[in-house]
């Protein structure tokens, strides 16, 4: 997927690799990118949507993630690596949010934007949010990060905080959780509060991104 046009969660996760594991995610994304040009794409779709599309029917009681992920892997032995890690990680977070109350969650306002990147000749694509309203009539939106690596730390969260804000500014902010699945872990702005130069700091890390894929993209020319 060109830098370009990127799902928020990718772009999360290059912008805070350490710089070997960038340079090949990278490397990877380019040649993706002339096989792409070459010809149609072949590609079974997104890896992580299945799984996502579990959990959501979990949260709502329409499904069990257990059975469904083993039924997932059942289907594609690609997933058995990574899918048992997104489960264990999503229940840990869901089963303590549960904790709370008995009373079933309401299915929110389905949500996704493209946010053009002030600056920048980029747009950042937000979708797989789940939207949810508690027993107690409290209202979340949570935007999942897949990554096993890096770790979702509270700086690359910050800034993904600081995007949803943009991309949704009719929510109030206080809603919005991103959660880092495999470690079960939320980012809230209350925890995570902004400091007021996200958009300077997100636009300069996303163009160094881009200068240093162009500068790869010449290998292959």
Not at 58 to 86: C, E, K, M, W
Not at 125 to 131: M, T
Not at 138 to 146: A, D, K, L, Q
Request: hydrophobic residues 40%.
């Amino acid at each position: 997927m060109a830098l370009e046009k990127i799902h928020l969660r990718k772009l999360l996760k290059l912008l805070f690799l350490d710089e070997k594991q960038r340079r090949s995610a990278l490397r990877s994304d380019i040649r993706e990118d002339l096989r792409r040009e070459e010809g149609p794409d072949g590609g079974g779709g997104d890896f992580y949507a299945p799984f996502w599309a579990d959990a959501k029917a979990h949260v709502f009681g329409r499904g069990d993630l257990t059975s469904a992920t083993n039924a997932r892997i059942a289907a594609n032995s690609r997933r058995a690596n990574l899918y048992p890690q997104l489960r264990d990680g999503f229940l840990l977070w869901w089963n303590e949010r549960r904790r709370w109350t008995n009373e079933p969650f309401g299915l929110g306002p389905s949500l996704k934007s493209q946010f053009p990147f002030p600056g920048l000749d980029a747009i950042v694509k937000v979708d797989s949010v789940l939207s949810v309203t508690d027993g107690g009539g409290e209202e979340f939106v949570v935007y999942s990060y897949f990554a096993p690596e890096p770790i979702l730390s509270p700086e690359a969260a910050r800034l993904g905080l600081w995007l949803l804000t943009q991309a949704f500014p009719t929510i109030p902010a206080e809603e919005f959780r991103i959660l880092d699945v495999i470690r079960g872990t939320t980012f809230s702005l209350d925890r995570t509060p902004l400091t007021g130069d996200e958009e300077v700091e997100f636009r300069s890390r996303y163009a160094r991104l881009i200068q240093e894929r162009d500068k790869l993209r010449k290998e292959y020319d």
